[in-house]
Structures are given as structure tokens and as C-alpha cells.
Nanobody
């Protein structure tokens, strides 16, 4: 069973950048598809980006395409989300997720494991 821990959230001005990290432990990281989701206050958890186990295939939500970049370092058991050109509407708790049954995670129900989240606040 894998444990996930996000870091890198914080307060940033609109137009700024942040890089989130998700450190995995307790499992074979390279066996898991990984993904980022986010949840704003009063809203449902939504898909941000996902990356496959080995070949690094990626998929992004339309609002993230071109601004966010997902990556992983299997040697370091860590996944990343580089977020550029941040907007106030990107404010949310960002969660990392892992799946041992899917190659990509595009819906919350596809994840087997979740981190506790890291808060990103974008001020206008």
C-alpha cells in the first residue's frame, strides 16, 4: 500500500508559479499511474492532470493544458505539478492520487490512494 504526501502549496499572486510535489512511500512507485486533482471550497473534486506508470503518457484538463506540467521521477518516488500563469480560480486544495489498476487517472473513482492535499491560494 502506497502513502502519498503533497507539498509545495502556498500563496502566490495571479500570474505567478508554483511547483507541487507528491512523495510516495510504501509501494513500488513505478507501478502506479499518478494524478493531480483539486477541490475548491463548495465544489466537487476535479481532475487536473495525470501521468502513466512507465512511458510517461500525460493527460490534462482543458484549463490546465498549456499552463500546468505534470511529471514524475520514478527513481525519487516523486511526482510533480509545475503550475504557471496561475489565476485566482486555480485556488483549491490540490491532491495527488495513485492507481494500481489504471494507466491514467482522469476521474476520482479511478484512484486507489490519496494524499491529504496541499492548499494553493492565488491572489488577484
Amino acid at each position: 500500500q502506497v502513502q502519498l504526501a503533497e507539498s509545495g502549496g502556498g500563496l502566490v499572486q495571479a500570474g505567478g508559479s508554483l511547483k507541487l510535489s507528491c512523495a510516495a512511500s510504501g509501494g513500488t512507485f513505478s507501478r502506479y499511474a499518478m494524478g493531480w486533482f483539486r477541490q475548491a471550497p463548495g465544489k466537487e473534486r476535479e481532475f487536473v492532470a495525470t501521468i502513466s506508470e512507465i512511458d510517461g503518457r500525460t493527460s490534462y484538463a482543458p484549463y490546465a493544458q498549456g499552463r500546468f506540467t505534470i511529471s514524475r521521477d520514478n527513481a525519487k518516488n516523486t511526482m510533480y505539478l509545475q503550475m504557471n500563469s496561475l489565476k485566482p480560480e486555480d485556488t483549491a486544495v490540490y491532491y495527488c492520487a495513485a492507481s494500481e489498476t489504471r494507466s491514467l487517472i482522469v476521474i476520482p473513482g479511478a484512484a486507489n490512494y490519496w494524499g491529504k492535499g496541499t492548499l494553493v491560494t492565488v491572489s488577484s
